[in-house]
Each structure stands twice: as structure tokens, then as C-alpha cells.
């Protein structure tokens, strides 16, 4: 049996006095989307980072395709993982281009601004952007980019932290959209943290809800929306005004 992109097992983590996880566990299977919900401080981001090793988690097991992560190189998770934070990321003093062929640059490859253009096209920005600065690109534009690098180097798990929240309504459903087809043409494994329900619903093939460190339901989209298993998730598909 082939391991799943991502396992995570009975994994807990605390700030000080804070539970941000307690004992949660999830399978990410490989070509699975799936987008973790739940209110502000539920533990969606640090159980992210978790995952590429950007927070230390105090207990529990994690995998990526196989491997424990604690026995990988830091650096060398991150690199093979690709990132979306919120703000995009992009370093604003380096050309789009140059941005999105760090990791391939980083790894060596003689391709790599091939790799870079590869990547602008399969997330729909104009070759010509590739010469503009970060803050020269749209709202918009900056997150293809921040999606550009994130696959640039042939990742195949790529970890997204609300990564269109900032964004008006069309240009979220255009991101949507994009990551979709992204999706079908490169056989990604997405883990997308969003707390806009009707995102996740949209792009997940599964959907776990986070309340206080913990997971409320984890389930396929359709099956949340029948059949939600708290009161909880009721009352955020009520509030987010999705029909149950
Ligand atoms: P979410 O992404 O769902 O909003 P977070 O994972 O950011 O949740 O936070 C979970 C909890 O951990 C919250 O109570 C938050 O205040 C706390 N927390 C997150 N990061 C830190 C940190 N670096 N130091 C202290 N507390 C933190
Ligand atoms: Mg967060």
C-alpha cells in the first residue's frame, strides 16, 4: 500500500499556556484537496506548519509520502513542499521571475527559468509579468505568483494558508477556478486552510473542521453539508449560509 501524502497522528502542540492542537489526526490522501475550516485560533495554521516543520509540534507523528519529518532536513522538507502563506510571500526586492524560479535555483537545475515560465503559465499570469516587481502585480496576480513558486520545482504537496482571503469575491472565484485546473493538469496534493466554507467546498475533496485544537468532522463536502455531525459545524454552515 502506497503511504498517504501526508499523515499526521495524535499530534499536539502548545504555546505556552495555549492548546493550539490536541491530539489530531489526519490522512491527506495522495491528489486529495483538503481544506481544513474552522473559526480564527482553531489550530488551522499551526497544524499546517506543522506539517513542513515551520512550528515544532510537541507530540504525535507526522508523514509526508512515507517519511517522518522530524527524520528529514528542515530545509530540505520546506524546499520539497511548496508554501502559500496568506500574504503570498513573494520577496519584494527580487523580480516575479526570479521569485518564482527559487526553488528550482535553490535545487540546481539547469531548467530553471524554463521551470519559472512553465509554472506562470499553468497558473495564468502574461510572460510579460515575469519583469514587473511584486508590487507591481494585482492582489491577484501577487497570489498566482506565490502559487507559481509553490510548484515551480515540481512540488506535488503543496500547503495553501488562506491563500485568497485578501481578495475581492471575483478575483477569489478566479483563484478558485485557477487552482482547479491547476489541479487536474498536475495531480497536486493540496492542504488548503480557508475559513470561507463555501472555498472549501468548492475545491475539497475533503473538509476537516477545527474547533479549539481539535477536529470536529472531517468528511467529504457533501456529507458536511447533509449530514453535519455537531451542532458546531451546523451553526458554521448556518453563519456561512450554505443550505444543509
Ligand atoms: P488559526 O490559523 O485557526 O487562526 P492558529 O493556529 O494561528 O489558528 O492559532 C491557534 C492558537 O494558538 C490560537 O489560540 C493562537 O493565539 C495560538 N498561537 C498561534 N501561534 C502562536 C504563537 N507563535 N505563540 C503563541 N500562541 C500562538
Ligand atoms: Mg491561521
Redesign the pocket.
Known amino acids: 500500500m502506497t503511504a498517504p501524502a501526508v499523515r499526521i497522528e495524535r499530534v499536539s502542540k502548545s504555546?505556552?499556556d495555549?492548546r493550539?492542537?490536541i491530539d489530531v489526526s489526519v490522512d491527506v490522501p495522495r491528489g486529495a484537496c483538503v481544506a481544513?475550516v474552522?473559526?480564527?485560533?482553531?489550530?488551522?495554521?499551526?497544524?499546517?506548519?506543522c506539517i513542513n516543520r515551520l512550528?515544532a509540534f510537541d507530540a504525535g507523528q507526522i508523514t509526508v509520502f512515507g517519511t517522518n519529518v522530524l527524520e528529514s532536513d528542515p530545509v530540505a522538507l520546506r524546499r520539497a513542499i511548496g508554501y502559500v502563506p496568506q500574504d503570498g510571500g513573494l520577496l519584494p526586492h527580487w523580480r516575479v521571475r526570479r521569485n518564482i524560479a527559487l526553488v528550482p535555483w535553490l535545487d540546481g537545475a539547469p531548467d530553471a527559468a524554463a521551470r519559472a515560465a512553465r509554472a506562470m503559465a499553468a497558473v495564468g499570469l502574461e510572460p510579460g509579468m515575469a519583469e514587473r516587481w511584486p508590487h507591481e502585480l494585482s492582489g491577484g496576480q501577487q497570489q498566482r505568483a506565490a502559487v507559481a513558486r509553490a510548484v515551480a520545482g515540481g512540488q506535488s504537496l503543496v500547503l495553501l494558508?488562506?491563500p485568497f482571503g485578501a481578495l475581492d469575491a471575483i478575483a477569489r472565484s478566479d483563484l478558485q477556478a485557477m487552482m482547479i485546473a491547476l489541479r487536474e493538469q498536475s495531480s497536486l496534493t493540496l492542504v488548503l486552510?480557508t475559513h470561507d466554507l463555501t472555498e472549501a467546498f468548492r475545491l475539497a475533496t475533503a473538509v476537516v473542521v477545527?474547533r479549539a485544537?481539535r477536529i470536529e468532522q472531517h468528511a467529504p463536502p457533501a456529507d458536511i453539508r447533509s449530514a453535519p455531525a455537531t451542532p458546531y459545524v451546523a451553526a458554521l454552515l448556518a453563519r456561512a449560509g450554505v443550505e444543509s
Open positions: 504555546y505556552g495555549v493550539a492542537l481544513l474552522g473559526e480564527s485560533g482553531s489550530g488551522k495554521t499551526t497544524l499546517l506548519r512550528v494558508d488562506e486552510v477545527m485544537g
